[in-house]
């Protein structure tokens, strides 16, 4: 992907657009590109862990504990798997399936006990918003949206609104995209947009002739935003980022309290608006633009929506398949608005319009819609479907699988009774504190998905053994996976800022702690009090 070589009011190409033109970014947008030093860090990590799983394992295997045999293997089991997931030295889900593999040929449970959980209806939702989100980028139609938004006429004369706007578009598309697909998509957006802006800062001779574009304090806004605004759009739906989907399903798991898409999002959506204005204020405040007013950029949007063209029948069956799904997703929650959770209409509706027969069913149009039925082509082919994101499916169903083991073997209530011994958290409050503090902890090192998947099995024992709902910590925690604001590898969507070479490390680390602290805030203040308003738990 790359940025259009025509500038609005210019026939030629900017020396501003060759400078980012001749970036890393311009050749590859999901590489991140690392130093020596942090090559050889990563090679180490890997080269460590790769042995260092195995022998935890087997030496916590051989600890004479006062346990049962079934719980200090599959402890000994997941803790090799927590060791390979965040160091990482072959795929995460590879670890899971590996750890899955350890379970059954040690005889934890026989087979079909182990993989049974991996049938949960989550594992198909999924699947079918994995493929929707597909076509959306396939056919445009994220970018289209993306497009309209900065087209805007209030949005191209400030460079604030410009970043507050870039990180609504990118809030509100992953929502129902992958984050790291959605800041990829738009990155060449911002860049040109940066590019813009450089150039009207040379002509004002505010900037000096051979300055480098990609020392833009702006630019390390709007980076900055596209990366930490995917990660604040993600919490607004169920389907929004693995983690929600994995917390979620383990909750599910252990308390048997479900929470219905609708639900989801009324809960989240305060949360999420309070965390945007908090992040667009820290990133403004920490980069403050060099310009206050902008030139150019309207003209270069209008530029750039021109060259869409008129939507395709492509685009509309792609809205027709996600607008059907996500009004199925909410319906059985109107319903219980409307007739209350215990009427017969609502139970009826919501055990046939199970979220994850829903997403597939939806997924399905794509491929039943055509855009030209005279050669029968369809909106989707199988080989965009085996494109999308399997490992993150592996990783949850590996996840549920040890969620599950967690609780039939006991395991899971002797880790909480020992933590919270050990501890001391006998409240609701210090156990989502400690269950916030540590899933950013985690998800600053490893990815969010197995921060997710490692802390909330830790949380829900604990807050049962001492006697406290585990739906509040455990939702916590899982809030909290979707953070790690600090570091280019905490998220997928940081590498790529990072690698733009527009965001020096430390501005990074400056602006990522503060919004971990202020979104950590938030979650342990505010979760609780939706969690009480929206789902009475």
């Known amino acids: 992907m790359a940025t259009t070589e025509h500038r609005p009011g210019s026939g030629r190409r900017t020396d501003v657009d060759a400078a980012f033109r001749g970036h890393a970014t311009y050749r590859s947008l999901g590489e991140q590109t690392l130093s020596p030093a942090e090559e050889r860090f990563e090679k180490g990590r890997r080269t460590v862990g790769l042995f260092l799983a195995p022998v935890v394992a087997v030496v916590f295997a051989l600890l004479p504990l006062d346990l049962p045999d079934d719980q200090q293997l599959l402890a000994a089991i997941l803790l090799g798997v927590i060791v390979l997931w965040i160091t990482e030295p072959v795929p ?21 006990d182990a993989l049974t959980p991996f049938g949960s209806t989550t594992v198909f939702t999924f699947i079918g918003a994995f493929i929707l989100a597909a076509a959306m980028l396939k056919h445009g139609v994220a970018r289209r949206f993306a497009m309209f938004i900065l087209s805007l006429r209030w949005v191209g004369g400030s460079t604030a609104r410009l970043v507050i706007a870039f990180g609504l578009i990118t809030a509100l598309l992953s929502a129902f995209v992958s984050n790291t697909a959605t800041v990829a998509m738009l990155l060449p957006t911002a860049i040109g947009i940066l590019s813009v802006i450089a150039k009207l800062l040379q002509d004002k001779e505010l900037v000096a002739p051979d300055f480098d574009p990609l020392r833009l304090r702006v630019g390390v ?38 929470i219905g898409f609708l639900q989801w999002m009324l809960m989240a959506a305060p949360i999420c608006a309070l965390m945007f204005v908090a992040l667009a204020l820290v990133l403004l405040l920490l ?20 060259e869409l063209g008129p939507i395709s029948r492509a685009e509309k069956n792609t809205l027709v398949a996600f607008g059907a799904t996500v009004a199925l997703w909410i319906f059985p929650g109107i319903i219980a608005l409307t007739a209350g959770t215990e009427s017969d209409l609502y139970t009826t509706v919501s055990d046939r319009l199970d979220e994850g027969i829903v997403a ?18 369809f909106t989707l082919n199988w080989s965009d479907a085996a494109r999308i994101d399997w490992g993150t499916i592996l990783l949850f169903g590996t996840g549920i699988i040890f969620g599950s083991l967690l609780a039939d073997t006991g395991l899971a209530e002797t880790i909480g009774t020992s933590s919270a011994d050990w501890l001391g958290l006998t409240s609701t409050l210090a156990i989502t504190v400690f269950a916030v503090i540590l899933a950013i902890i985690i998800s600053e090192t490893t990815s969010n998905t197995a921060s997710a998947a490692v802390v909330v099995p830790i949380v829900i024992p604990v807050a049962v053994a001492a006697g406290i709902n585990p739906f509040v910590p455990a939702l916590a925690a899982t809030f909290a996976a979707s953070f790690g604001f600090m570091l280019p590898v905490s998220t997928p969507q940081n590498a790529i800022v990072y690698g733009s070479g527009v965001v020096p490390i430390t501005k990074m680390i400056r602006s990522g702690i503060s919004f971990d602290v202020l979104g950590a805030l938030l979650i342990v203040v505010l979760l609780p009090v939706m969690i009480g308003l929206v789902l009475e738990v």
């Open 92 to 112: 995460i889900p590879v670890g899971g399936l590996i750890g899955v593999g350890a379970i059954v040929v040690l005889g934890v449970v026989p087979a079909d």
């Open 221 to 258: 806004a709007i980076m900055l935003m596209l990366a930490y605004g995917a990660s604040v759009g993600g919490l607004l739906t169920p389907v929004g980022t693995p983690p929600n989907l994995i917390g979620r399903g383990l909750i599910e798991e252990a308390t048997g309290e479900r």
């Open 287 to 306: 980069n403050r633009p060099e310009i206050r007013r902008i030139e150019g950029v309207h003209e270069y949007v209008q530029h750039e929506r021109a």
């Open 360 to 377: 597939v069913l939806g997924a399905s149009l794509l491929f039943l819609l055509p855009t030209d039925w005279k050669s029968r082509e």
